[in-house]
């Protein structure tokens, strides 16, 4: 048997596999060859309170219900900002490069190009800046923002990973 029909055959057979993807019929109807029809359930929803479930007797029994995850808190916009800072608009740079703020202040990072991370190289014991969330290599796209409020005055410097080697580093000195 030659590659392409070995790659041929293993194709089909994989497809047979896949749901949606069965060669019985060739269109959206089920045949008896494909098997029965899937089913189809109702879209489950969260509701506020407990909802009722009828038994066979006919007299309701309370269900468990779905609660809403907390809502992580909003990233501080470009006005509550104390420090707004560039990444990459045009070039492999932080804009500003280095800065002071006072200890509390925010500062939002906004990406103007993609492929771009901050990473923590140093900060004063007891900081918990590091960074954008990731490893190393994880990257955001243009339009990203990334906020933080320093809390523990000193010095921070940080850079973008991928391009650590084209110079793309920053600072900024937290003040009491």
């Known amino acids: 048997m030659d590659r392409r029909r070995l790659l041929r055959t293993g194709a089909v057979a994989l ?3 896949v749901p949606g993807c069965g ?3 060739g269109g959206g109807t089920p045949t008896p060859e494909d098997g029965p029809a899937p089913t189809e359930r109702p879209a489950e929803t969260a ?3 407990p909802t009722p479930m009828v038994t066979a007797t006919g007299e309701p029994t309370p269900t468990a219900t779905a609660t809403a995850a907390p809502t992580a808190t909003a990233a501080p916009t470009f006005d509550e900002a104390d420090q707004v800072v560039t990444v ?3 070039s492999a740079v932080f804009d500003p490069e280095t800065f ?6 925010t500062v939002v990072w906004v990406w103007h190009s993609s492929g771009h991370n901050l990473r923590a190289t140093a900060r004063p014991r007891g900081s918990t800046f590091t960074g954008t969330a990731g490893e190393d290599e994880t990257t955001y796209d243009e339009g990203h923002t990334f906020s933080h409020t320093f809390e523990v005055a000193g010095e921070y410097e940080y850079r973008c990973y991928p391009y650590r080697n084209l110079g793309m580093r ?3 000195t937290v003040t009491d």
């Open 100 to 105: 002071e703020v006072p200890t509390g202040a």
């Open 47 to 49: 509701t506020e309170g």
């Open 15 to 17: 497809a047979g596999l």
């Open 170 to 172: 920053g600072s900024v």
């Open 23 to 25: 060669l019985g019929s």
């Open 88 to 90: 990459a608009d045009g």
